[in-house]
């Protein structure tokens, strides 16, 4: 069975302040791996993913995760945060690439921008 | 571009009546997911259609739910008798089946059981 662990419940940060996301998974067979973002009433927007190939993975706005298989990490960073990054991170896994059957999430990060 | 999307975006009933939610895949994509998010968690896997067929369900998915997608478009999932404990927010998502692809979710249906 596969899980994900986000410790952090919650991370506040200033902005234009670096801030890093933790996920840990834990999983017996090949891993494929994705960060999602919530905004507040909105839907799930995938951020990024790792499926093959370069362990570290960007997104469009700046975010970037790397894969680490030894430690089993999957961090989201950031080196400089916005205010309109304020939203809840969920880092998922699954067994196929692209989330095939199913997506298992970790319980989420919200992450909270200040001035 | 319609993303995916899902109808009613909120709905409040009384135990023990029977709600049913619909959801739009985005057009052509084969495959639909419904997750489910209660608060403070993250989204659990319910079941997953491929087509019209229903490949995959939680033990999550009692008896009480079901869920269709009878020409492998649109997909309804039904909660019957419905418990305080089903309170949550409903999520569907699609992805075009031809590996490697994205799950795409629309924005949920909100649902309270008093």
């Known amino acids: 069975a596969q899980s994900v662990t986000q410790l952090d419940s919650q991370v506040p940060v200033f902005e234009e302040a670096p801030v890093e996301l933790r996920c840990n998974y834990s999983?017996?067979?090949?891993?494929?791996l994705f960060w999602y973002v919530q905004y507040p009433n909105q839907g799930l927007q995938l951020l990024l993913k790792y499926l093959s190939g370069s362990t570290l993975v960007e997104s469009i706005n700046g975010f970037e995760a790397e894969f680490n298989k030894s430690q089993t990490s999957f961090h989201l960073r950031k080196p400089s945060v916005h205010i309109s990054d304020t939203a809840e991170y969920f880092c998922a896994v699954s067994d196929r690439p692209g989330g095939g059957n199913k997506l298992t999430f970790g319980t989420g990060t919200q992450l909270k921008v200040e001035l | 571009d319609t993303g995916v999307s899902q109808d009613p975006r909120h709905k409040i009933t009384k135990r023990g009546q029977n709600v049913t939610f619909r959801c739009d895949p985005i057009?052509?994509?084969?495959?639909l997911y419904w997750y489910r998010q209660t608060l403070g968690q993250g989204p659990e896997f319910l079941t997953y259609f491929q087509n019209e067929a229903q490949l995959e369900k939680s033990r999550l998915l009692s008896d009480r739910f079901s869920a269709e997608r009878p020409k492998g478009s649109f997909s309804t999932l039904e909660i019957q008798r419905t418990e305080q404990g089903d309170s949550a927010m409903y999520l569907c998502?699609?992805?075009?089946?031809?590996?490697?692809?994205?799950?795409?979710f629309g924005p949920g249906t909100r649902l309270l059981v008093l």
């Open positions: 057009s052509e994509h084969n495959r």
């Open positions: 999983s017996s067979v090949s891993v494929y």
């Open positions: 998502a699609s992805s075009s089946g031809l590996g490697k692809e994205t799950q795409y």
